[in-house]
């Protein structure tokens, strides 16, 4: 039995899935958290060459690696964190301006979520990210956007890059004049 490299959990077929560019041998129950990355069959290559020295498969074998590697980055590469929506940078500010307006107080606000008033508290310190559930409540209830998918704040800025893709400390770098 081999253990899950994600959450532990003991399997005897591990799966191999590539996370954030690291890959990893994982339950059944967890391939859902990266891309499955396709191994090619080596036994006919060790069938093949199982006269020759043990450099001669290693080789063979780095060989078939290199290759899956290149043709997997052909691909356009997808995971579960490319769906996810990222927070605001002032999601407390947000929180807190919008409490404020509606005239809460965090207790009240907490009550109309069915929350503790902790949270709300952490959340609007900063100090806490809400749940994507809490962050939900929040926006349904104050009628705000705490998904920084609808603000293209930096990303409209940038401007930098060759078109062949490779960008210099120029490109990233702004000047103080």
Same mark, same amino acid.
């Given at each position: 039995m081999v253990q899950c490299e994600m959450c532990g959990a003991e399997t005897s077929s591990p799966k191999t899935i590539k996370v954030e560019g690291a890959k990893l041998d994982v339950c059944s129950n967890c391939t859902d958290f990266g891309t499955e990355v396709k191994q090619t069959s080596t036994s006919s290559t060790s069938t093949k060459y199982s006269t020759s #020295? /043990? #450099? %001669?498969?290693? /080789?063979?074998s780095s060989s078939s690696t290199s290759s899956? /590697? #290149? %043709? %997997?980055s052909s691909a356009p590469r997808s995971d579960m964190f490319d769906d996810m929506d990222e927070l605001v940078t002032d999601y407390d500010d947000r929180v807190r301006d919008a409490r404020e307006d509606e005239g809460l107080s965090q207790s009240d606000l907490a009550n109309e979520l069915n929350e503790k008033a902790s949270l709300i508290r952490k959340i609007e310190r900063g100090d806490t990210l809400p749940s994507d559930r809490v962050q939900s409540k929040l926006e349904r209830f104050l009628d705000i956007d705490l998904s920084a998918e609808g603000s293209t704040g930096d990303d409209s800025e940038w401007s930098g890059g060759s078109s062949s893709g490779s960008y210099t400390l120029g490109d990233v770098v702004k000047r103080k004049d």
């Open positions: #020295s /043990s #450099s %001669g498969n290693s /080789s063979a899956t /590697s #290149s %043709g %997997g």
